[in-house]
């Protein structure tokens, strides 16, 4: 019997959830282009009704595309990165530790990501032409948004509600299990 110490599985095993998830990170992305890009919906442009003078949730897209780019670049295999360590007596480095540490990069990303989505999604219905009925739990869901947070309609910074939508998700009330 051998220590196995060598890590190899579980490094391939982080290099490959981390593409998972930055995978995961770059959907959800292309589903908040779709919410607020004028040309691909029928909702106001940016999710604001202020179109002209307010950015609304565009910055918000530019940020969630700019985590899914530093996704990609966090998710380049970190169990390649292997050499001759020892004195000669060990040839393979498997990397797993610093591969977990770029997954949980990621995944701090995707929840920064799934926070703006989820903001984008109720900020839709709530300007959406129409009384749309919901689904109970997606209902629930929209209002457990909207008791931390404000519809947006005053071109205030977004900082502030991405936050409190991070705290929504991590506190796991009722809807969003």
């Known amino acids: 019997m051998g220590a196995q110490a060598v890590g190899v599985a579980l490094g391939l095993a982080m290099d490959h959830l981390a593409l998972a998830v930055a995978d995961l990170a770059m959907i959800a992305e ?3 282009d779709r919410l607020v890009n004028p040309l691909v919906s ?4 940016f999710l604001t009704v202020d179109g002209g003078v307010c950015s609304g949730f565009m910055i918000a897209q530019y940020a969630t595309s700019s985590l899914v780019a530093e996704n990609r670049r966090l998710a380049a295999p970190a ?3 292997g050499g001759i360590t020892s004195g000669l007596q060990e040839d ?3 990397h797993a530790t610093p591969a977990a540490g770029k997954v949980l990069a990621i995944l701090d990303n995707l929840a920064d990501i799934l926070a703006i989505e989820l903001l984008c999604a109720a900020q839709a219905y709530d300007l959406q032409d129409g009384d749309a009925a919901l689904a109970p739990r997606t209902d629930g869901v929209r209002r457990q948004i909207r008791e931390a947070i ?3 309609a005053d071109d205030r910074p977004l900082d502030e509600d991405f936050a409190a939508m991070r705290a929504v998700m991590r506190d ?3 809807g969003l299990a």
């Open 30 to 32: 292309r589903r908040i």
């Open 150 to 152: 404000p519809i947006y």
């Open 79 to 81: 169990s390649l990165d």
């Open 92 to 94: 393979v480095l498997a």
């Open 42 to 45: 029928s909702l106001p442009a």
């Open 172 to 174: 796991r009330p009722r």
